[in-house]
C-alpha cells in the first residue's frame, strides 16, 4: 500500500525549531520528488517546499514565506523526507502534509500523508 | 508573486454541473491541477495536466483549459461532492507551487 505518515509536529514557542518526518512505504522513494504543504487553521492550502529525487541532482526549492528558515531534505536509505523548521513564527502554525510530486511527468501531487499539526505560540 | 484566483464558494443542486474556476497568468504556459479536500482529511489528487483523470476518480469529474482559466466541472453533482477545491500550478519559469485560495462547493 502507497502510504506517507508524517511526525515530529507539536507545540513550540516563537523562534524554536521543529523537524518534520515522513516515512515512506510503497513506492520507490528514491525515484520520486517530494513537497510539503501546509494549511494554516480554517485556511487554504499553501505549498512550502520541494525537492527532486537525486538522481535528477536533489535540488530544492523553497516558498518565500520560509525561504531561509525551512530547509527539506531527503535520507534515500531511511525512505524519509524532512522539513527542518527553524526561527517559527505564529504564521507557521497549522497542519503540515508530506506529498509525493510527481512535477515531471505532470500528474501531480498524487499521493498525501495524513499531516501533522505544528503549533507555535507563546 | 504570483497568483491563481477562484471564487470563494459556490453552491449547486444535486445533479446540477458545478464549474469552479481558477484564473492565473501562467495558466497557458503551467499546467493546472485540482484537488478535493473535505473536512477534516487530507487532499485528493482529482484532475492533472489540465484535463486528464487519476484512476479511481469518477468521470463526471473533468477538467478544461482557455487562456488564462482552467476549469473543473463536476457533472451530475452528488452529495459527496460537497467539499472544498483548491487548483495548483507553477510560477512561468516553473520555480514554485502556487495553490488558489479555494473554492468551497456546497450541495444544496
Known amino acids: 500500500e502507497v502510504q506517507l505518515v508524517e511526525s515530529g509536529g507539536g507545540l513550540v514557542q516563537p523562534g524554536q525549531s521543529l523537524r518534520l518526518s515522513c516515512t515512506v512505504s510503497?513506492?520507490?522513494?528514491?525515484?520520486?520528488?517530494m513537497s510539503w504543504v501546509r494549511q494554516a487553521p480554517g485556511k487554504g492550502l499553501e505549498w512550502v517546499a520541494f525537492?527532486?529525487?537525486?538522481?535528477?541532482?536533489?535540488?530544492?526549492e523553497y516558498a518565500a514565506s520560509v525561504k531561509g528558515r525551512f530547509t527539506i531534505s531527503r535520507d534515500d536509505s531511511k525512505r524519509i523526507a524532512y522539513l527542518q523548521m527553524n526561527s517559527l513564527k505564529t504564521e507557521d502554525t497549522g497542519v503540515y502534509y508530506c506529498?509525493?510530486?510527481?512535477?515531471?511527468?505532470?500528474?501531480?501531487?498524487?499521493?498525501w500523508g495524513q499531516g501533522t499539526t505544528v503549533t507555535v505560540s507563546s | 508573486s504570483y497568483e491563481l484566483t477562484q471564487p470563494p464558494s459556490m453552491s449547486v443542486s444535486p445533479g446540477q454541473t458545478a464549474r469552479i474556476t481558477c484564473s492565473g497568468d501562467?495558466?497557458?504556459?503551467?499546467?493546472a491541477y485540482w484537488y478535493q479536500q473535505k473536512p477534516g482529511q487530507a487532499p485528493v489528487l482529482v484532475i492533472y495536466?489540465?484535463?486528464e483523470r487519476p484512476s479511481g476518480i469518477p468521470e463526471r469529474f473533468s477538467g478544461s483549459s482557455s487562456g488564462t482559466t482552467v476549469t473543473l466541472t463536476i457533472s451530475g453533482v452528488q452529495a459527496e461532492d460537497e467539499a472544498d477545491y483548491y487548483c495548483?500550478?507553477?510560477?512561468?519559469?516553473?520555480?514554485?507551487?502556487?495553490f488558489g485560495g479555494g473554492t468551497k462547493l456546497t450541495v444544496l
Open positions: 506529498t509525493r510530486d510527481n512535477y515531471d511527468p505532470f500528474t501531480g501531487m498524487d499521493v
Open positions: 510503497g513506492f520507490t522513494f528514491g525515484d520520486s520528488a
Open positions: 525537492i527532486r529525487s537525486k538522481a535528477n541532482g536533489g535540488k530544492t
Open positions: 501562467a495558466l497557458p504556459k503551467q499546467y
Open positions: 495536466k489540465d484535463t
Open positions: 495548483q500550478s507553477a510560477d512561468s519559469r516553473a520555480t514554485y507551487w502556487v
